[in-house]
C-alpha cells in the first residue's frame, strides 16, 4: 500500500509539474513580500540541501511586494535550490538573493516574453560545474536532464519557467563553466500591501454529521470519495453527472455541500449545476475538485473568486480539513439569515447598549453580524478594513472593537494596537477561524468562526466580566 500511495505521489507531482510548464495550473496568487517569505522557508532548505551546502540569503532593503502564488514560489525555489545542490554534487554554496528590478525596453526587445517595468528578482546561484553553451537554451524544456538517469524528471526547471510566464513575469539563466550558474525569477510588482499569510497548522482528522451530495462520472473515484467522506461520518448521496446531481436538489433531499467535480459530461457543466444549486438551497456550500480544470472555474491562470478548489487526487486529510473550511465558511455566511431563520431560541438583549465597531473584510459575514450585534441592542457599525476602521475611531469612542485577526492586506491584531492607543478604555474581542490567539495575545477573548448570536453575546458578556485590562 504504501509503494501505491508513493507511485500516486510521485504521478501527481509530475502531471502537475506538466501542468505548470504549459501554465494550466490553477493559481491562487497573494501580495506577498518575498524577503519575508523565504526567510520562514529556511529549515525546509537545510533539509532539502543537507549540512554540506552552505546557504546564504540576501534580502534587498525597501523590497517591494509582488503579486503570486505563495505555494508556487515555494515550489520554484526548492527546485532552483534542489538543481543547485545536484550541481555541486552536495557541497558548496548557494546564494539567495531578493531584491528589486527594472527591466527596460531594451531588455524587453531582446526577450520577447517580457514586458518591460518593475520586478521582484529571486536569484539563487550555485559554485557547480555550469551548464555547457550548447544546452543552456534546453534547460526549461520538460524532460531535459543532465543527471543519470533515475536522479531527476527534467520537469524541475520547466515548472519554474512555467510558473513565471503564468504569473506574468519572466526567467533568465546565466552560467560559465567550472564556475557556476545563476538563474533568476523576475515576478511582476505589486502595489497593493502584503497580504496576511497564516501558517495552516496540521490538525487531526476531522468530520461532521452533515449532507454531502458528491458528483463524480468515474466510478472508482466517486466510490471512494463516498467511502471516505462516510467513514468521516458524514451522511453521503451520490450521482453521476450534473443532471443526475440537480435531480437529487430538486426533490427536496436536504443537502450541506456540493463535492463536483468540475470537468463532468453532459450539457449541464458544473458551475451551471453549483449556480441552480445554490438558487434552490440558498445556504448550500460548493466545493470543486478536479486534476485539470479547464476554464470552467480558472480564468487568466486564476481561480475565480470565492471558488474553493480540491486538487487531485487528494488524501483523506486533506479532503476533510477542505471539507471543514469550506462548511464552515458557509455557515458563517448563512448567519446572515432573518431572525427566525435562526437555530436555537432568540436572544434577550442585554442590559446595557454597547457602542461596538466591527471590522471584517469578508462582506456577508460582516453584514450579518452588524445585524445579530443589533438585534442584541447594540449601536454597531462596520467597517471593511483598517483604513475605515482607524477613520471611524477617530471621529468617536467606542465601547468595544470586534476584529477579524486575518484581514485583507493588514493584520487585526495591529489595528486592535492603535484602537488601545486612542482609547485606552475599549474593549477588544479577536475573530479568528483558529482555535486560539497568537501566543502574544494568550488570555484575551477569542470569538471563534464561525460564530452565531450566542456566541457573540457570550464574549461581550465574558469582556463586562474581565474589565478593559483584559484587551490591553
Not at 185 to 211: I, M
Not at 403 to 424: M, N, Y
Amino acid at each position: 500500500m504504501q509503494n501505491a500511495l508513493t507511485g500516486v505521489s510521485r504521478g501527481s507531482k509530475l502531471a502537475s509539474q506538466l501542468l505548470a510548464f504549459g501554465r494550466r495550473q490553477p493559481l491562487e496568487p497573494k501580495v506577498v513580500n518575498i524577503g519575508r517569505f523565504i526567510r520562514g522557508l529556511d529549515d525546509l532548505l537545510r533539509r532539502a540541501l543537507g549540512e554540506e551546502i552552505e546557504i546564504e540569503t540576501t534580502v534587498s532593503g525597501g523590497l517591494w511586494n509582488t503579486f503570486a502564488d505563495p505555494g508556487q514560489i515555494e515550489n520554484a525555489l526548492l527546485n532552483l535550490a534542489i538543481n543547485a545542490r545536484d550541481a555541486m554534487n552536495g557541497r558548496g554554496r548557494m546564494t539567495i538573493e531578493v531584491g528589486n528590478a527594472f527591466l527596460d525596453d531594451d531588455y524587453a526587445l531582446e526577450h520577447a516574453d517580457v514586458t518591460p517595468g518593475q520586478y521582484v528578482m529571486l536569484a539563487v546561484t550555485d559554485t557547480g560545474t555550469g551548464i555547457a553553451p550548447e544546452i543552456i537554451d534546453k534547460v526549461f524544456e520538460p524532460f531535459f536532464t543532465t543527471k543519470p538517469e533515475g536522479r531527476g524528471t527534467g520537469l524541475g526547471l520547466s515548472m519554474v519557467y512555467g510558473f513565471a510566464r503564468q504569473s506574468g513575469g519572466h526567467v533568465k539563466i546565466y552560467s560559465e563553466l567550472g564556475l557556476g550558474t545563476t538563474i533568476k525569477l523576475y515576478l511582476p510588482r505589486s502595489h497593493a500591501s502584503e497580504d496576511l499569510v497564516v501558517e495552516s497548522t496540521q490538525k487531526p482528522v476531522v468530520g461532521g454529521t452533515e449532507t454531502i451530495l458528491v458528483v463524480e462520472d468515474d466510478e472508482g473515484v466517486r466510490a471512494t470519495a463516498v467511502e471516505m467522506l462516510t467513514d468521516l461520518g458524514y451522511r453521503v448521496l451520490k450521482a453521476a453527472d450534473a443532471a443526475s446531481a440537480l435531480a437529487v436538489i430538486e426533490s427536496g433531499v436536504p443537502v450541506d455541500l456540493l463535492f463536483t467535480d468540475v470537468v463532468m459530461p453532459g450539457a449541464l457543466r458544473s458551475p451551471a449545476l453549483a449556480r441552480r444549486a445554490r438558487e434552490r438551497l440558498p445556504g448550500i456550500a460548493v466545493l470543486f475538485t478536479s486534476g485539470y480544470t479547464e476554464n470552467a472555474i480558472v480564468h487568466g491562470g486564476r481561480l475565480d473568486e470565492g471558488v474553493n478548489l480540491l486538487p487531485k487526487p487528494y488524501t483523506r486529510e486533506a479532503l476533510s480539513r477542505k471539507i471543514r473550511y469550506v462548511l464552515g465558511s458557509q455557515q458563517q455566511g448563512n448567519a446572515a439569515g432573518p431572525a427566525q431563520a435562526r437555530t436555537g431560541a432568540s436572544l434577550e438583549k442585554t442590559a446595557r447598549q454597547l457602542s461596538i465597531l466591527l471590522v471584517e473584510d469578508e462582506a456577508i459575514i460582516r453584514l450579518s453580524s452588524v445585524d445579530m450585534l443589533q438585534d442584541l441592542g447594540h449601536d454597531v457599525q462596520g467597517a471593511a478594513n483598517i483604513e475605515d476602521a482607524l477613520a471611524l475611531l477617530r471621529k468617536a469612542p467606542f465601547d468595544v472593537l470586534i476584529t477579524d485577526i486575518q484581514l485583507s492586506g493588514s493584520s487585526g491584531l495591529e489595528l486592535a494596537d492603535e484602537a488601545s492607543a486612542l482609547h485606552p478604555g475599549i474593549g477588544i474581542i479577536f475573530a479568528s477561524g483558529r482555535d486560539s490567539l497568537p501566543r502574544e495575545r494568550e488570555g484575551g477573548i477569542l470569538l471563534r468562526k464561525p460564530y452565531d448570536a450566542a456566541a457573540l453575546a457570550s464574549c461581550l458578556e465574558r469582556l463586562g466580566k474581565c474589565g478593559a485590562s483584559q484587551t490591553s
